[in-house]
């Protein structure tokens, strides 16, 4: 992903199972989350995207009041699963221009008992009112697409990974509930973990190998040892530092981590760089003891510790406070003997009187 980003390759697209794995505990934990609510998907063309197939196809079940889709460059793999206009000419030409789709109902338009795919692919190929040429690229900074932004309740996509901490101040700016597709390490960008900080942002369900991979265009190498050619032929490439970032509710994050005393902890951790130590380290340049493992995190420690930023992944709100990111009193980053560890986040305990 960090080579991506860097070649400003962002052709990464999300596949349904892990659309679907996440959505679902958002509407566990509040199943009318989505309801008379509209839905923008800003990175979208809906002729490839499974946001929009997903969120068309779930359109009654969820209650939605209207769901907005855009297309704003050209794709490689356009066009692979709904077709759009009955002349082809016309069809080409659309899945080369900008274009947005607005869907206000979707019905059981062929008659067979059930809505499927089938159904949206009518939808746009006979009701014309739907789809609609955009003025501008389509681009998200645009005006045209900061008012979508602003008619909608929920941005949900997978963004362009080079544009990240852009879409995510254009998003924050608007003050919208999001469900966005992120790589780990912008939990460690400026515009990023102070949203975190103060539980304005934080980690969805699904993360690192939990994602089932990204469908990727022809001409992308399938490098790694998890890369491969799936059953309907798409190209598949696994990445382990994938995470959802959002605002919106789920219940994992109000699960308290369930955790060991410190003098357990030294005696039993599975972790040989805890187990067998008189006791935790502490920072040169701060005062906090160096944690490298979240469930080795002393339940009965009242001072302040340094984590893994996978901790988020666990972090309960009503737990713990996060007190601050990767630097020292000092302004350097925090070390241990000299010694930096990579990127901590400091966090103390909510419920411990002071020591």
């Given at each position: 992903m960090k080579k991506r980003k860097k070649n400003k390759a962002d052709e990464f697209y999300t596949q349904w199972v892990d659309i679907e794995k996440e959505v679902q505990a958002y509407l566990e934990f509040n199943p009318d989350v989505f309801k008379g609510k509209t839905i923008l998907c800003p990175c979208d063309d809906p002729y490839e995207s499974n946001f929009f197939k997903y969120f068309a196809l779930n359109f009654n079940n969820f209650g939605l009041k209207k769901l907005i889709s855009i297309c704003y460059i050209g794709s490689t793999i356009a066009s692979t699963q709904l077709t759009s206009f009955t002349d082809e000419q016309e069809e080409t030409k659309t899945t080369r221009m900008p274009h947005k789709i607005v869907i206000t109902e979707v019905f059981d338009y062929i008659s067979n008992s059930t809505i499927d795919l089938t159904d949206v692919n009518w939808l746009l190929a006979n009701k014309m009112n739907v789809l609609t040429r955009l003025e501008g690229d389509g681009d998200f900074r645009s005006e045209e697409i900061t008012n979508l932004r602003d008619e909608a309740d929920?941005?949900?996509?997978?963004?362009?990974?080079?544009?990240?901490?852009?879409?995510?101040?254009?998003?924050?700016?608007?003050?919208?509930?999001?469900?966005?597709?992120?790589?780990?390490?912008?939990?460690?960008?400026?515009?990023?973990?102070?949203?975190?900080?103060?539980?304005?942002?934080?980690?969805?369900?699904?993360?690192?190998?939990?994602?089932?991979?990204?469908?990727?265009?022809?001409?992308?190498?399938?490098?790694?040892?998890?890369?491969?050619?799936?059953?309907?032929?798409?190209?598949?490439?696994?990445?382990?530092?994938?995470?959802?970032?959002?605002?919106?509710?789920?219940?994992?994050?109000?699960?308290?981590?369930?955790?060991?005393?410190?003098?357990?902890?030294?005696?039993?951790?599975?972790?040989?760089?805890?187990?067998?130590?008189?006791?935790?380290?502490?920072?040169?340049?701060?005062?906090?003891?160096?944690?490298?493992?979240?469930?080795?995190?002393?339940?009965?420690?009242?001072?302040?510790?340094?984590?893994?930023?996978?901790?988020?992944?666990?972090?309960?709100?009503?737990?713990?406070?996060?007190?601050?990111?990767?630097?020292?009193?000092?302004?350097?980053?925090?070390?241990?003997?000299?010694?930096?560890?990579?990127?901590?986040?400091?966090?103390?305990?909510?419920?411990?009187?002071?020591?």
């Open positions: 929920f941005v949900i996509t997978n963004p362009p990974f080079s544009l990240f901490r852009e879409f995510i101040t254009w998003i924050i700016e608007g003050q919208k509930q999001f469900m966005v597709i992120s790589n780990m390490n912008a939990i460690t960008y400026k515009e990023i973990f102070p949203l975190i900080k103060d539980n304005r942002m934080w980690m969805g369900l699904g993360f690192g190998r939990s994602f089932k991979g990204f469908i990727v265009p022809k001409n992308y190498p399938l490098n790694g040892s998890e890369a491969r050619i799936d059953e309907q032929g798409n190209r598949i490439v696994s990445t382990n530092n994938t995470i959802w970032l959002t605002n919106i509710d789920h219940g994992q994050r109000h699960k308290p981590l369930q955790l060991m005393t410190m003098e357990q902890n030294l005696k039993f951790s599975k972790h040989k760089g805890i187990r067998g130590k008189e006791n935790y380290d502490n920072y040169d340049n701060y005062d906090a003891i160096e944690v490298p493992f979240t469930d080795a995190i002393p339940s009965d420690y009242s001072g302040v510790m340094g984590v893994p930023i996978s901790f988020l992944h666990k972090y309960c709100p009503e737990q713990f406070d996060i007190i601050k990111f990767r630097k020292g009193n000092d302004g350097k980053d925090l070390s241990v003997g000299g010694k930096c560890p990579y990127f901590r986040i400091l966090i103390k305990h909510k419920t411990i009187g002071d020591r």
